[in-house]
């Protein structure tokens, strides 16, 4: 049946009127949407997010906060094509005696989270290794002024984590033309004495023999004044050769630290014989205090980081490395 359109002219254009406001707001919703993306693209923020968030407790060794942050590190790494967990499910057992405020002492149980992305055994035939590493945990739930406050550790040291598990997704996207095997570690209880990179390294789940270098990212998440502070240029010969010739195409403010016993991950793989480096943005007023929040990282500075960074990591994984190791002197 066909009805003469004039009789449904005005429902006809009400109908066209809707349609027309009915999609404007659609185009409205999906510009928005994309403007909330835009705003968010620092693939890092879901990790910081997370592992500051009030269920991780502040991640301190031992504490069931501490063992969930581990499990989604692992989550994470399973998440990555090409890359297998070691371990049990990609978790190192750690312990150690603690010794408390009481003067009794106690057993802590950690992990470490340890990943591998291998190289084309072509590429690679003698299966060299590099360890790239950062701590996952940090201070948990304690007290300030007075009161028992959460200790999220956003910038100490999330903001290394989310570096370790995007810089593992990058690297399994070329994982062919990879010329070394890479171990990635989120390391515990780094802040209980450096327990788990201590123990990852007189344990390690694959021979430290085969390990050209080490690389550990600590606190890269709140850069001030583009400072970048590199340590352990005394741990190899070809160290500072390798890191003049490295562009700086932001004009960071590169400190440079000699020593290979600085206070974090590295110096426990220096301490084995293994060439190793650290990288962060350097300590800030909320450093170890409540204040470490996700809001004040500064995701800008972590792709400056970045930018800095990759070609060394680019160096170390794409092409065959002579680093030869220095011992302290
Ligand atoms: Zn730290």
């Known amino acids: 049946m066909r009805i003469p359109l004039f009789i449904f002219a005005p429902f006809k254009i009400e109908f066209m009127q809707k349609y027309l406001i009915l999609s404007l707001l659609f185009l409205e919703a999906i510009i928005v949407q994309s403007v909330i993306a835009q705003s968010k693209l620092s693939p890092y923020q879901k990790h910081i997010d997370t592992l500051a968030s009030a269920y991780y407790e502040g991640r301190r060794a031992g504490t069931k906060g501490d063992t969930l942050a581990a499990r989604y590190i692992a989550q994470q790494f399973a998440n990555i094509e090409k890359i297998e967990l070691l371990g049990n499910y990609g978790l190192q057992e750690v312990s150690y005696i603690e010794k408390q405020s009481s003067g009794a002492t106690k057993e802590v149980h950690t992990f470490n989270v340890v990943a591998l992305l291998k190289a084309p055994v072509r590429n690679n035939p003698k299966q060299n290794r590099i360890i790239i590493g950062a701590h996952y945990d940090h201070e948990g739930i304690k007290r300030f002024r007075g009161k028992k406050m959460l200790h999220p550790g956003a910038d100490d040291n999330a903001s290394g984590i989310a570096f370790l598990i995007e810089l593992a997704r990058e690297l399994s996207q070329n994982q062919m033309d990879l010329r070394q095997d890479i171990i990635f570690i989120a390391f515990g209880a780094e802040e209980r004495g450096l327990k788990g990179s201590a123990y990852y390294a007189s344990h390690p789940l694959l021979p430290n023999e085969q390990v050209k270098a080490m690389v550990n990212f600590d606190m890269l998440g709140r850069m001030q004044n583009k400072g970048l502070t590199i340590r352990g240029l005394s741990t190899a010969e070809e160290a500072i050769d390798i890191f003049r010739a490295l562009p700086n195409p932001d004009g960071l403010e590169i400190v440079w630290e000699m020593r290979g016993n600085g206070p974090t991950d590295y ?49 170390l994984a794409f092409k065959k490395i002579k680093l030869t190791y220095t011992p302290q002197n």
Do not use: W
């Open 267 to 315: 110096s426990s793989f220096y301490a084995v014989g293994i060439p190793a480096f650290s990288f962060s943005t350097r300590v800030h007023k909320d450093y170890h205090l409540p204040g470490d929040m996700p809001a004040k990282i500064n995701y800008e500075g972590m792709e400056m980081a970045h930018r800095y960074i990759m070609p060394l990591i680019n160096q």
